[in-house]
């Protein structure tokens, strides 16, 4: 079956940039899509067609394509930036879809 | 506004059939490009693609569960129903519900449901 690979973690202080890649074979094909999760609540769309922010997500928060890769990029983090990130794709045929294990962003 | 709202049972004895409805609004599932779809994540780890129905009634299934899924839409009522049977402890779970948007749309899960936690055991 199709899987797309994160990080488990990534640290940065606040104020640095924090990237955070998705790997899948599929990626050049299909879009990326990022997911922020905080402990308790649901996923929030933070990214969209690689590289979309929908309305209301912070200008600091941007995303890239290159090949099999996706990237998050954080800029200027900040303490509530700390979550859980999951990225998100459909396979080559466009009829399933899969989530990355996640990766925990951790602000020292 | 678009909401989601998930409902079901907290509780499901192991072999039985989970059945959870997604109720929605501020959408039409009969417009074209929007799909609902279901999402599992259990305690303490990542987020799993379950099942997707499209506005011209198109199901799709993880492959991996296929055999144990349905999913179905009740246009009149803005509801999509997910059913899983033989449920096993493992499927101990939060289970949402999502809207997804395709062909020219974002192609996302860009609206969210709460979740509701579902507990498999005897």
């Known amino acids: 079956s199709y899987e797309l690979t994160q990080p488990p973690s990534v640290s940065v202080s606040p104020g640095q940039t924090a990237r955070i890649t998705c790997s899948g074979d599929?990626?050049?094909?299909?879009?990326g899509c990022w997911y922020q999760q905080k402990p308790g609540q649901a996923p929030v769309l933070v990214i969209y067609k690689d590289s979309e922010r929908p309305s209301g997500i912070p200008e600091r928060f941007s995303g890239s394509s290159s090949g099999t890769t996706v990237t998050l990029t954080i800029s200027g983090v900040q303490a509530e930036d700390e979550a859980d990130y999951y990225c998100?794709?459909?396979?080559?045929?466009?009829?399933?879809?899969?989530f990355g294990g996640g990766t925990k962003l951790t602000v020292l | 506004q678009v909401t989601l709202r998930e409902s079901g049972p907290a509780l499901v004895r192991p072999t039985q059939t989970l059945t959870l409805t997604c109720s929605f609004s501020g959408f039409s599932l009969i417009t074209s490009g929007m799909c609902v779809t279901w999402i599992r994540q259990p305690p303490g780890k990542a987020l799993e693609w379950l099942a997707l129905i499209d506005w011209d009634d198109d199901k799709y299934y993880s492959a991996s569960l296929k055999t144990r899924l349905t999913i179905s839409k009740d246009i009149s009522k803005n509801q999509v129903v997910f059913t899983m049977t033989n449920m096993d402890p493992v499927d101990t779970a939060t289970y949402y519900c999502?809207?997804?948007?395709?062909?020219?749309?974002?192609?996302?899960?860009?609206?969210w449901g709460q979740g509701t936690m579902v507990t498999v055991s005897s």
């Open positions: 599929a990626l050049p094909k299909q879009y």
């Open positions: 999502a809207r997804f948007t395709k062909g020219g749309g974002l192609d996302a899960f860009d609206i």
């Open positions: 998100h794709s459909a396979d080559s045929s466009a009829t399933s879809w899969v």
